[in-house]
């Protein structure tokens, strides 16, 4: 069984917004948002860069690298 996408809506600060999950089933979805309770703060997201594109490895640990150096 692939993986599918689930949205999950929630409201903060009078906006209602949509969060995208990535799982196997409705119920391990579910299980991800609670997870969510503990997660912690790594970064702010600059760039998506496809797993599928070949040599793309050496750019995202660059990039990684750049953004973490302090």
């Known amino acids: ?3 599918r996408e689930f ?3 929630y ?5 209602l917004y949509g969060l995208p ?10 299980r ?4 969510m309770t503990f997660a912690i ?3 702010e997201l600059y760039a998506r860069i496809p797993a599928s594109v070949p ?5 995202i640990r ?3 690298w750049w953004r973490n150096r302090s």
Do not use: N, Q
């Open 11 to 15: 409201r903060f600060d009078g906006h």
């Open 41 to 43: 703060y790594k970064g």
């Open 55 to 59: 040599g793309s490895g050496w750019i």
């Open 21 to 30: 999950v990535v799982a196997k089933d409705v119920e391990t979805a579910r």
């Open 32 to 35: 991800k948002i609670s997870a």
């Open 1 to 3: 069984m692939s993986e």
């Open 7 to 9: 949205l999950f809506e």
């Open 62 to 64: 660059l990039i990684c």
